[in-house]
């Protein structure tokens, strides 16, 4: 019972990490190497991570080829970061543009001035379109880590959190 409850306290705490940061990188995976890149991210209760990318880059080739991945979102002031394994899932339809304005919605809180580099290119010519693709990582793995002296605010405690998620853990 206990353990539940730990698990359930750092998938909490982690969820109130994730809100306070808006870059991730993540790691995919093709068949002659890892690929990584920076991603601006929205998250969710369950800690699942939301990004978006045109369909030409690698990381989307990869994901679509090989959903398993690979995310870190590390906070400066703390020393606290949070390390994700999961597998990609391509949103659509309605799910697809409420996160994309969730995506705009955190951008703008952040007051992020400089923008993806595929954004900044459809500003320059604006006769190109590329098309997005927006992804949702579903976590089976969170590692959580405090390496500062200080907690972070409400943390369990200085020391790390590691849980393994269950498929059903995140059904409500």
Not at 95 to 104: A, D, N, W
Not at 126 to 154: A, D
Request: charged letters at 25%; proline letters at 4%; aromatic letters at 8%.
């Amino acid at each position: 019972m206990a353990k539940t409850n730990n698990k359930q306290a750092i998938r909490e705490e982690v969820s109130r990490f994730l809100e306070t940061n808006i870059t991730a990188v993540v790691a995919t995976i093709n068949d002659e190497a890892p690929n990584n890149s920076i991603v601006y991210y929205t998250s969710d209760q369950n800690n699942n991570i939301y990004f978006e990318t045109p369909e030409t880059t690698n990381k989307c080739q990869n994901l679509r080829k090989t959903p398993l991945t690979a995310l870190v979102i590390a906070g400066a002031d703390y020393l606290i970061s949070a390390q994700i394994k999961g597998h990609a899932v391509e949103l659509s339809g309605d799910e697809k543009k409420q996160v994309r304005k969730e995506l705009l919605q955190k951008r703008l809180d952040f007051q992020v001035k400089k923008w993806p580099p595929h954004d900044l290119m459809e500003f320059k010519n604006k006769n190109m379109s590329t098309k997005k693709v927006t992804f949702k990582i579903v976590p089976c793995e969170l590692l959580f880590f405090n390496l500062g002296e200080r907690s972070y605010p409400t943390s369990l405690s200085s020391t790390s959190g590691h849980i393994i998620i269950n498929k059903n853990d995140n059904k409500e």
